[in-house]
C-alpha cells in the first residue's frame, strides 16, 4: 500500500503578508532584485519589466493583483522568474517579487489540508491550505496569466 501513495515536489514561496504553495517546476529561477522598468499605461499591479536571459520579462505584483496594499521592499526582496503554465508563446515566463528564498517540499495528500475559515478568496487565489503545518495560498496562476496577457504584454 505504500508504494501507491504518490508525492508532489512543491514550493513555498514567501510574498509579503502570505506564502504561496506551487508545483516545483513553477520556479524558474530566483535572481537579485532590482526595480522593473516601469510600462506605461499598464494596471498598477503590473510593475514593469526585467531583463533576463536577454529577454523582457513582465513583472507582477501578486498582492497588488489580489487587491492588497504596495509593500516596501526589504533587504530579503528578490525576484522569482515563474514558468508560464497557460502555454501562451506570448508569456512564456513572468516574475514575481518575493520576500525571501522559495522553499522546496514533498507533499502527499496527507500533508494538505483546505482552510475553510478564510474569507477572502481573490480571483488569483484557488484556496488557502496548510500545507505540511505552513498556512499557504494555492494561487490560481492562469488566471494570473490571462489577467496578465490581457493587459498587453
Known amino acids: 500500500m505504500a508504494d501507491n501513495i504518490r508525492q508532489l515536489a512543491a514550493m513555498l514561496v514567501p510574498v509579503t503578508g502570505e506564502t504561496l504553495l506551487v508545483p516545483g517546476t513553477v520556479v524558474a529561477e530566483m535572481i537579485p532584485y532590482c526595480d522593473p522598468v516601469p510600462v506605461e499605461g499598464k ?52 516574475a514575481m517579487p518575493v520576500e525571501g528564498i522559495p522553499r522546496s517540499i514533498k507533499l502527499d495528500s496527507d ?34 496569466e490571462e489577467k496578465l496577457l490581457s493587459s498587453s504584454c
Request: net charge negative; no cysteine.
Open 43 to 94: 494596471p498598477e499591479w503590473f510593475l514593469g519589466e526585467v531583463t533576463w536571459r536577454d529577454e523582457k520579462v513582465p513583472v507582477v505584483s501578486f498582492e497588488l493583483v489580489r487587491n492588497g496594499e504596495r509593500q516596501p521592499r526589504t533587504s530579503e526582496t528578490r525576484i522569482a522568474v515563474i514558468n508560464g503554465v497557460s502555454g501562451d508563446s506570448k508569456l512564456p515566463f513572468y
Open 111 to 144: 500533508d494538505i489540508v483546505q482552510l475553510k475559515d478564510k474569507k477572502h478568496i481573490a480571483d488569483v487565489i484557488k484556496m488557502w491550505v496548510k500545507a505540511s503545518g505552513v498556512e499557504a495560498v494555492i494561487p490560481d496562476l492562469d488566471k494570473l
